[in-house]
Nanobody
């Protein structure tokens, strides 16, 4: 079974950048899509970005123009480049994939999840 491991989180000043990585272990990215979601304290899980098997890309409204998702199939790794970070971007970021199709923006459509990585943006 595929296991997803996120890395690259940390503390950064507002306006700075971070690059998150999601690497598959014990398997590979063979499903329809890979997505990034985030969850801040006291809030629900929010869609951030997704990339499909055919490399179609989607972004949430709050990050469009600032974040970039990419996929390296040879390395079994998906990346999330985050630029122009704001304090409201502070959250735990999760990578996910799925074994069937569904709405790319819906967390319930994904059935494999990483452990999450903390991103904190200071003002």
């Amino acid at each position: 079974q595929v296991q997803l491991v996120e890395s690259g989180g940390g503390l950064v000043q507002a306006g700075g950048s971070l690059r998150l990585s999601c690497r598959a272990s014990g398997g590979s990215f063979i499903n329809y899509a890979v997505g990034w979601f985030r969850q801040a304290p006291g809030k629900g899980r929010e869609f951030v970005a997704a990339i499909t098997l055919n490399f179609n890309i989607y972004y949430g409204d709050s990050v469009r123009g600032r974040f970039t998702i990419s996929r390296d199939r040879a390395k079994n790794t998906v990346y999330l480049q985050m630029n122009s970070l704001k304090p409201e971007d502070t959250a735990v970021y999760y990578c996910a994939t799925r074994s069937s199709t569904g709405p790319y923006y819906n967390a319930q459509a994904y059935n494999y999840w990483g452990q999450g990585t903390q991103v904190t943006v200071s003002s």
